[in-house]
């Protein structure tokens, strides 16, 4: 089992920026791949960013650039700083994370970007 807890969501003007932060249960050196999701009203989860086995990372197009996904060994934490943020990136944003072929979600949080 893992409990991811998300946290640094809230409200930022167009062309802000803010830092989320998703704490592990347990040690994030025991799972496959890491990452943050995205769902907008009325729209589907899609992928922001993960960090995958080896350490590599992939972005959605839309953020690249823009953000950066990190993690903290020492505090098992998954973080995610995003920067020059849009309208469009408002949403709440879910930690995922893959541990022994299950997929777990924290409970997400809301970013709202005001234009």
């Known amino acids: 089992q893992v409990q991811l807890v998300e946290s640094g969501g809230g409200l930022v003007q167009a062309g802000g920026s803010l830092r989320l932060s998703c704490a592990a249960s347990?040690?994030?050196?025991?799972?496959?791949?890491m990452g943050w999701y995205r769902q907008a009203p009325g729209k589907q989860r899609e992928l922001v960013a993960r960090?995958?086995?080896?350490?590599?990372?992939d972005y959605a197009d839309f953020v690249k650039g823009r953000f950066t996904i990190s993690r903290d060994n020492a505090k098992n934490t998954i973080d995610l700083q995003m920067n020059s943020l849009k309208a469009e990136d408002t949403g709440v944003y879910y930690c995922?994370?893959?541990?022994?072929?299950?997929?777990?979600w924290g409970q997400g949080t809301q970013v709202t970007v005001s234009s």
């Open positions: 995922n994370v893959f541990f022994r072929t299950f997929a777990y």
């Open positions: 960090i995958i086995s080896g350490g590599g990372t």
């Open positions: 347990r040690s994030i050196f025991s799972f496959n791949a």
